[in-house]
């Protein structure tokens, strides 16, 4: 598959999937329950699309750490406890996803997408801890656990790291969200690196998507849009189901 496989109708499908996607990223997360089966309405098999929506997660990721590192959200150090076994979980997941039989992936991708579109309907707010409620021992299985599920697929990993960030640590939204995106945009370069080398990154049709998903970042920080918000996460429900449906083979 190359870069002139792609009409122009798949294009801007990259592009506004990728803009949708940032901005429910901002609201509350899943926006890579969008952006894959976009990547797999492309021709994409779905290995390809798990590993190639990579690019875009980092791109947007980046963005969103690097302005609350500027604004002095969080401090490197306070991620590093949870960034160190995110990342050897990460690796893991990436190995395992990167070896599968692709028909064994689209089973487990269809039946994860469709699990995990619950979250899209999840407030950050509603998992948000206002103090410890776990033991911070955990951190360490916990935070393994998320980045083989991140290394993996990546699909809904934000609201895990939330949840686990909120639990044991008791940081407010703001960090936790903060932390979220730079453990996120780490863990993702390193899993990139695994399906790049399997040859697995179609990095035009990535770049494409980050495009789109930065600027819907952008957009969703700066003004803070929250009007519409449940519609577009119909449009995602949507998008899953006809994705998952695909990958069990029920059409072509």
């Given at each position: ?115 995990m579109l619950f979250t899209v309907f999840v407030k ?68 990139l690196a695994i399906f790049a080398m399997y040859g ?53």
């Amino acid at each position: 598959m190359s870069v002139l496989d792609l009409d122009i109708v798949q294009v801007i499908v990259l592009l506004v999937s990728g803009v949708i996607a940032g901005f429910i990223n901002t609201l509350a997360g899943g926006g890579s329950l969008l952006t894959i089966p976009a990547l797999i309405f492309t021709g994409m098999p779905s290995n390809i699309a798990n590993a190639t929506n990579r690019v875009s997660v980092i791109m947007q990721s980046a963005v969103g750490a690097a302005r609350f590192k500027q604004k002095r959200v969080f401090e490197l150090r306070e991620a590093a406890q949870m960034l160190l076994p995110s990342l050897a979980g990460a690796i893991a997941g990436a190995f395992i996803a990167a070896e599968l039989d692709e028909r064994v992936f689209d089973v487990v991708l269809g039946v994860v997408l469709v699990l995990m579109l619950f979250t899209v309907f999840v407030k950050p707010s509603q998992i948000s801890a206002s103090g410890k409620s776990l033991p911070v021992w955990l951190t360490i299985p916990v935070f393994f656990l998320v980045g083989i599920y991140g290394g993996f697929i990546q699909a809904g990993v934000g609201f895990l790291l939330i949840t686990g960030i909120s639990l044991i640590f008791g940081h407010d939204l703001v960090k936790t969200n903060a932390l979220k995106l730079m453990i996120v945009a780490i863990f993702s370069i390193v899993a990139l690196a695994i399906f790049a080398m399997y040859g697995q990154v179609l990095w035009f049709h990535g770049m494409l998507l980050g495009v789109g998903s930065m600027t819907g970042a952008l957009i969703g920080v700066r003004f803070a849009v929250k009007r519409g918000a449940g519609a577009v996460r119909w449009v995602v429900v949507a998008a899953v189901l006809l994705s998952a449906l695909k990958l069990f083979g029920v059409f072509g």
